[in-house]
């Protein structure tokens, strides 16, 4: 049973910095790309960025510069770094999956789905 479990969510001020980390397991997930989608409060759910399985990554235009996704293989884990956080930041992040190697920012290209986690960035 594939499981992507959420971590390190939390409530943060203007200007803050988080570290979210996604640990997956059933399988191995070295080969697939990997994504973060967000979803604030009566809105949709948004792409965040995503990073592929030789490392490629791609950012919504909204985070570039401030969030970092990154992969370590061996532990079948990815984290996104977000840096200098802004109220409009405050939502749930969702940890994804896909069965394929290339990157989307389409939510229905990615099977596997965390529970998500809360971030909270108050102004």
């Known amino acids: 049973q594939v499981q992507l479990v959420e971590s390190g969510g939390g409530l943060v001020q203007a200007g803050g910095s988080l570290r979210l980390s996604c640990a997956a397991s059933?399988?191995?997930?070295?080969?697939?790309?990997m994504g973060w989608f967000r979803q604030a409060p009566g809105k949709e759910r948004e792409f965040v960025t995503a990073?592929?399985?030789?490392?490629?990554?791609v950012y919504v235009d909204s985070v570039r510069g401030r969030f970092t996704i990154s992969r370590d293989n061996a532990k079948n884990t990815v984290s996104l770094e977000m840096n200098d956080l802004k109220p409009e930041d405050t939502a749930v992040y969702y940890c994804?999956?896909?069965?394929?190697?290339?990157?989307?920012?389409?939510?229905?290209?990615?099977?596997?789905w965390g529970q998500g986690t809360q971030v909270t960035v108050s102004s």
């Open positions: 990073i592929s399985g030789s490392g490629a990554t």
């Open positions: 059933g399988r191995t997930f070295g080969s697939y790309a």
């Open positions: 994804t999956s896909r069965t394929s190697s290339s990157i989307s920012s389409r939510a229905e290209s990615y099977p596997y």
